[in-house]
């Protein structure tokens, strides 16, 4: 009895045993994820390809397109003018902008001409003899000579043998030094080359300005150049005198230029070639400002999408069957916020609006404009 009471405890512990061992292995199982599907909704618009305009937006500074930088060819004493010579004083054309005191150069000049004038002097009875034919001529200049006037031409001998008795005597010698003298003393007085204004100014009345000497700067303000910098590949769709819209950056000087030049060129790093716009208007100040629109060939079959919707600069996503698919695309210009691409077929739901966590496959449903 005893026996038969242990053999039935040793069933119990035994059964007990296997019963606990299944629940500790079934508790360890993994449980079968159940998969929800998910679907994105998106907000679509339907391509229609035309032929979009490449419109090129640069910017930059306007430069005077006339401008002289002042350099001093003699030295003197800058003397007093009839207006200041300041930044901002405006000059029209032929008036004195600087004047150097030249009281020495004119008394070496007058020199050198009482010299010339003593040596034709000189030569008149020489002229007389042998001459007799350009003796005339040579009294007529010698009667109208004046050291306070410029230099006349002088007599045109009637033979060699005249011309190299003349040189002789150093007349023609003297005589150009006399012409160079005279070159030489406009330099002491600079005038405006065209109306335009004073934008730099270097040097002071009464200061001493020596040969070679920056004094200023003066520009032209009637005509300006803008010139930017254009991407090479779209350089040939520019044409010389093409129109250009030119804006400030507040939008409130609108301006029209033209294209007068193109850069020969071609930036290493950039990539880019110069355009050249010359524009005239009102309000224009050198160093101000603008944006230029400069409107290059069209691009036929192509479509505008934000910069934000091209993937890897090769793909877009759009919808399709339900699901959202990734098709291949190429990009033909950038602009700031946008791109000109072509490859999207007409009548395609394009993905209007970027979808976080979007690939190839994704379940998806269009947004119901109808609701709220």
């Known amino acids: 009895m005893g026996k038969f009471r242990f053999v039935i405890l040793g069933i119990v512990i035994l059964?007990?045993?296997?019963?606990?061992?299944?629940?500790?292995?079934?508790?360890?199982?993994?449980?079968?994820?159940?998969?929800?599907k998910v679907e994105k909704?998106?907000?679509?618009?339907?391509?229609?390809?035309?032929?979009?305009?490449?419109?090129?937006?640069?910017?930059?500074?306007?430069?005077?397109?006339?401008?002289?930088?002042?350099y001093s060819e003699v030295q003197g004493v800058l003397e007093n003018s009839k207006k200041e010579f300041r930044v901002g004083v405006a000059f029209k054309k032929g008036e004195t902008l600087l004047a150097i005191n030249s009281d020495e150069h004119i008394a070496t000049l007058k020199a050198q001409k009482s010299i010339f004038q003593n040596l034709i002097v000189s030569i008149m009875p020489d002229l007389r003899m042998d001459y007799p034919d350009s003796f005339e001529k040579w009294v007529n200049y010698l009667?109208?000579?004046?050291?306070?006037?410029?230099?006349?031409?002088?007599?045109?001998?009637?033979?060699?043998?005249?011309?190299?008795?003349?040189?002789?005597?150093?007349?023609?010698?003297?005589?150009?030094?006399?012409?160079?003298?005279?070159?030489?003393?406009?330099?002491?007085?600079?005038k405006a080359p065209?109306?335009?204004?004073?934008?730099?100014?270097?040097?002071?009345?009464?200061?001493?300005?020596?040969?070679?000497?920056?004094?200023?700067?003066?520009?032209?303000?009637?005509?300006?150049?803008?010139?930017?910098?254009?991407?090479?590949?779209?350089?040939?769709?520019?044409?010389?005198?093409?129109?250009?819209?030119?804006?400030?950056?507040?939008?409130?000087?609108?301006?029209?230029?033209?294209?007068?030049?193109?850069?020969?060129?071609?930036?290493?790093?950039?990539?880019?070639?110069?355009?050249?716009?010359?524009?005239?208007?009102?309000?224009?100040?050198?160093?101000i400002y603008l944006e230029a629109e400069v409107t290059a060939r069209g691009v036929p079959n192509s479509y505008e999408i934000p910069r934000n919707l091209l993937i890897k600069k090769e793909h877009v996503f759009?919808?399709?069957?339900?699901?959202?698919?990734?098709?291949?695309?190429?990009?033909?210009?950038?602009?700031?916020?946008?791109?000109?691409?072509?490859g999207i077929p007409d009548g395609t739901d394009l993905i209007a609006k970027p979808v976080l966590g979007a690939f190839d496959g994704m379940p998806a449903k269009k947004y119901n404009t109808s609701k709220e």
Do not use: C, H
């Open 15 to 36: 059964a007990l045993s296997i019963w606990a061992y299944e629940g500790f292995i079934n508790s360890n199982k993994e449980k079968k994820r159940v998969l929800t």
């Open 41 to 70: 909704t998106v907000f679509t618009e339907v391509v229609q390809n035309s032929e979009i305009p490449i419109i090129i937006k640069e910017k930059g500074s306007l430069r005077s397109k006339d401008r002289v930088v002042l």
């Open 143 to 190: 009667n109208n000579f004046d050291v306070d006037k410029r230099i006349k031409d002088i007599p045109e001998p009637s033979s060699d043998k005249e011309k190299y008795f003349i040189t002789a005597k150093d007349i023609y010698t003297t005589y150009y030094n006399i012409k160079n003298l005279e070159v030489r003393l406009e330099k002491y007085n600079l």
């Open 194 to 287: 065209f109306d335009g204004v004073i934008t730099e100014v270097n040097v002071n009345e009464g200061a001493l300005v020596r040969q070679g000497q920056i004094m200023g700067e003066f520009i032209n303000t009637d005509t300006y150049e803008l010139t930017l910098s254009v991407n090479a590949s779209l350089a040939n769709d520019i044409r010389i005198g093409k129109k250009v819209e030119l804006t400030n950056l507040t939008e409130t000087i609108k301006v029209t230029g033209k294209v007068v030049r193109i850069g020969g060129k071609i930036d290493l790093s950039s990539q880019t070639l110069d355009v050249f716009i010359e524009v005239n208007g009102k309000n224009l100040r050198e160093g």
């Open 318 to 342: 759009v919808f399709q069957d339900s699901i959202i698919k990734r098709i291949p695309v190429t990009p033909i210009y950038y602009k700031r916020n946008s791109v000109i691409v072509k």
